[in-house]
């Protein structure tokens, strides 16, 4: 089992509220990642980041927002929550060695439903 | 188009029984081949992943194979259990960047009956 945590891990809210999603790796794993899935379909790449202080956007285009302050916490804002948010946001994280071969161990995910 | 079309989209097999779940790619230059296992509401478990020089890696059960001159790949999983119920998905990673990019089919979604 990978040591990499999401919370909350179900989040039900309404409309325009402020919210953030929170992932912690504690592998020292310097590259992140944050995926959304709808049911059925593929994980799309919506941010990444290859160390503190680095965040890149992804594939899917996002309204989200995310920070790297520190190695091990790549937390996910979303400032005005709309209902076509809702999906399930998947954290990864993976080592820097640079081989395309690095796997990246995955969260529970956050069920996220905007009302 | 980097695509990877994974098949069937379910299946529905009894417990004890073998299955194969199939997996097509486009992904170009490639890199790897990764099967990964998704439980409900859980985030994605890698089973095995292979090169461009593998074509075949086992895992317990679960013997995975591919064919980089056809880019085809499949999963095969041996004498079925309740916990294999899950989706799994192949992921195919390019080596066109230093990330790694990595490109996901939409998951079979298996169901082991008692």
């Known amino acids: 089992e990978a040591d990499i945590y999401q919370t909350p891990r179900y989040l039900v809210i309404g409309t325009g509220k402020k919210i953030t999603l929170e992932c912690s790796q504690t592998m020292g794993h310097d590259k992140m990642y944050w995926y959304q899935q709808d049911p059925g379909m593929e994980l799309h790449l919506i941010h990444y980041?290859?160390?503190?202080?680095?965040?890149e956007k992804g594939d899917l285009s996002s309204e989200s927002t995310v920070s790297r302050i520190r190695t091990e916490h790549f937390p996910l804002t979303l400032e005005s929550a709309r209902p076509s948010h809702t999906s399930q946001y998947l954290c990864?994280?993976?080592?820097?060695?640079?081989?395309?071969?690095?796997?990246?161990?995955f969260g529970p995910g956050t069920r996220l439903t905007v009302l | 188009k980097n695509q990877v079309e994974q098949s069937p989209q379910s299946l529905i097999i009894l417990e004890g029984k073998n299955c194969t779940l199939q997996c097509n790619y486009t992904v170009s230059p490639f890199s790897n081949l990764r099967w990964y296992k998704q439980d409900t509401g859980r985030g994605p478990v890698s089973l095995t992943i292979?090169?461009?020089?593998?074509n075949t890696k086992s895992n317990g059960r679960y013997t995975a194979t591919l064919d980089a001159d056809t880019k085809q790949s499949s999963l095969h999983i041996t004498a079925s259990q309740l916990s294999d119920s899950a989706s799994y998905i192949c992921?195919?990673?390019?080596?066109?960047?230093?990330?790694?990019?990595?490109?996901f089919g939409r998951g079979t979604q298996l169901t082991v009956w008692p």
């Open positions: 992921v195919v990673s390019d080596r066109g960047s230093t990330l790694g990019r990595l490109y």
């Open positions: 990864a994280s993976s080592e820097a060695s640079g081989r395309a071969s690095d796997t990246q161990y």
């Open positions: 292979m090169t461009f020089s593998e």
């Open positions: 980041s290859y160390g503190v202080n680095s965040t």
